[in-house]
């Protein structure tokens, strides 16, 4: 199925990126007419892979981030989040809540916030090539109410 109308984006791995991303994603996706709910639920997933990013992918510099977002005729939501950063090693174990090789204040807790959220989430990664995290989500449609 082909999507219905599609985006991308790429920006620098710097923390003062999160927000942009995160808002873009949301301003895009806003067309298929989210809850409240709905639409904080997707900007918390994207916030989460984008962090990811950031503090995993080039712990040693700067790389780029890139992001794709489709949304199909169903209303679902297609994201995908890629890094060209280190990669990961056993992506079970990451995903393991709690689970966190950066220390200090991580909780280790996005894939499983990122699930909690999502309806679909994969992810994919090759030691010294990159991350990439697909997620999709139904925005369910509601009949209009009168008055």
């Known amino acids: 199925m082909k999507p219905s109308n599609e985006m991308t984006l790429s920006f620098l791995s710097r923390s003062s990126n999160e927000s942009f991303a995160r808002a873009t994603v949301a301003a895009f996706v806003s067309q298929l007419d989210p809850t409240i709910d709905e639409l904080a639920d ?11 990013c950031i503090v995993h992918a080039y712990q040693d510099g700067i790389g780029m981030i890139y992001i794709t977002a489709k949304i199909f005729e169903n209303g679902r939501i297609f994201i995908k ?6 990669g990961i090693p056993d992506i079970p174990q990451a995903m393991e809540p709690l ?3 950066a220390g200090g204040e991580r909780a280790g807790l996005g894939f499983a916030v990122m699930q909690s959220f999502m309806d679909k989430l994969k ?12 997620m999709e989500k139904t925005i369910i449609r509601r009949p209009l109410r009168n008055g």
């Open 99 to 101: 689970y966190t090789t």
């Open 81 to 86: 989040v890629r890094d060209k950063g280190c």
């Open 123 to 134: 992810v994919t990664s090759r030691l010294g090539s990159g991350t990439t995290v697909t």
């Open 42 to 52: 997707i900007k918390t997933a994207v916030s989460e892979a984008v962090t990811n």
